[in-house]
């Protein structure tokens, strides 16, 4: 079968290794795909907005799975798209997106539904919001309503902060659009925790929980990022909390979406912090996460493949989900000065039988640059967290690149939480 998948980093460079692996997988496309997925699919210029272009691609070659997996596609209706041109496609429709494309949405879906989360409210006037701000608790966290590459987040820890987060995203707008409305919560505490779930709007299926770093410096410091490295499993997402979750969580918020009318069809992410009070979401990502998925697909051991046909055709409960009982660490290599200002252009020498994702690379005169802020994901397997952990700093010690930037304790945390 033939295969497209949408998107042009990491995420996308592992999901198509695993897709890779399918017996029934004879050929994959990725639209735009970068100069490392190159090597393991046909990427074909037309960028993962341009929806038409990739509607009609689909068709023209007789795609037999489309993937579309980052968020702005999936919210501006890739998979309406395909699906009218008559292509079986894993991810969710416009309707059902919007439980990542608007975080007031999200929370007011949770809310009605009782499903736990912070405490919030909701601004669409910059007077209003700042008048909040200055007398709500704080810390305090101000999100952008729309999307912002996983960046849209302001943790306040003084209410100068809060005004300044409120004034950066509404007035000043640096998330565009996506700022024209905040929603503005209360700040948990807790141990964070990251599960993708496979869902075909009937059945559930979470997958290996994980543990996200998105902190740009060593020690949970310096500014948020798309996520600097991530393990699985995430040690405290005990089987106790996983089947809490279930029951209170990730099962509500399937029924509550098809009781909305928007069936949820794909991948579901859940972003929870483990308060003292029980498990509560943060956020829901309509898409795999970035860079979760480059721990969590290593693990898996059934043929990605079935499973996703499996969901389309609404068939989850007879597809085999079965994933490794090993650990797996991902180290981001980054170009140093990220997410802020960075230099790009810089060759990349690396070994080729690792599992290496490439998110932000391109080819120059058959040579691989960088070409991004997150360059590289470097994930490793192995039957401890510790194992993993240290195999993968060993693979990033054969990496070299001008400009080069990991943070060196990705896994840490979770190795304190293990010897509790």
């Known amino acids: 079968m033939k295969v497209l998948v949408v998107g042009g980093g990491g995420r996308e460079h592992a999901i198509i290794k695993k897709l890779k692996e399918s017996k029934k997988v004879s050929k994959i496309y990725a639209l735009p795909g970068n100069g490392g997925i190159a090597a393991d699919a046909e990427c074909v210029d037309i960028g993962a907005k341009e929806i038409d272009r990739i509607a009609d691609f689909a068709a023209k070659n007789d795609i037999d799975l489309a993937v579309v997996a980052p968020d702005d596609p999936l919210v501006l209706g890739a998979v309406d798209a395909l699906k009218a041109k008559g292509i079986k496609t894993f991810g969710p429709d416009r309707r059902a997106a919007i439980i990542e494309g608007s975080k007031a949405f999200s929370k007011d879906l949770m809310k009605k539904y009782n499903i736990p989360t912070a405490a919030y409210e909701t601004f669409s006037e910059a007077e209003e919001a700042l008048r909040y701000v200055e007398n709500c608790p704080v810390p305090v966290v101000v999100k952008a ?51 993708l779930s496979f869902t075909d709007g009937k059945t559930i299926v979470p997958m290996v929980s994980s543990m996200d770093h998105k902190r740009a410096l060593d020690g949970d410091k310096g500014l948020n990022t798309g996520g600097m490295g991530t393990v699985a499993p995430n040690p405290y997402y005990t089987p106790e909390i996983a089947l809490q979750c279930m029951e209170t969580i990730f099962r509500p918020t399937i029924d509550a979406m098809n009781k909305e009318g928007r069936t949820f069809s794909g991948c579901l992410y859940f972003g929870l912090m483990l308060t003292e009070k029980g498990p509560k979401v943060i956020e829901y990502n309509c898409r795999f996460g970035d860079p979760e998925t480059q721990v969590v697909l290593p693990l898996l051991e059934s043929d990605l493949a079935d499973i996703m046909l499996s969901i389309y055709e609404g068939k989850l409960d007879e597809a085999e989900v079965r994933f490794a009982d090993k650990s797996a660490a991902c180290v981001v290599m980054a170009s140093e000065g990220y997410p802020s200002k960075y230099e790009t252009g810089f060759e990349i020498t690396m070994p080729e039988d690792k599992n290496i994702y490439v998110a932000g690379a391109k080819l120059k005169d058959g040579r691989l640059v960088t070409a991004g802020g997150r360059v590289l994901g470097v994930t490793e397997t192995a039957e401890t967290l510790a194992e993993a952990i240290d195999k993968a700093y060993q693979t990033v010690k054969t990496i070299s690149f001008e400009n080069a930037y990991y943070r060196t304790d990705i896994g840490k945390r979770a190795l304190m939480a293990e010897r509790k």
């Not at 209410?159 to 409120?166: H, L, S, Y």
């Open 145 to 195: 309503d729309g999307l912002a590459l996983g960046k849209g987040v302001i943790i306040a820890e003084t209410r100068e902060e809060a005004v300044n987060a409120v004034k950066t995203i509404m007035e000043d707008r640096i998330f565009g659009d996506s700022g024209s409305k905040v929603v503005i919560e209360e700040f948990l505490t807790g141990p964070e925790v990251s599960v």
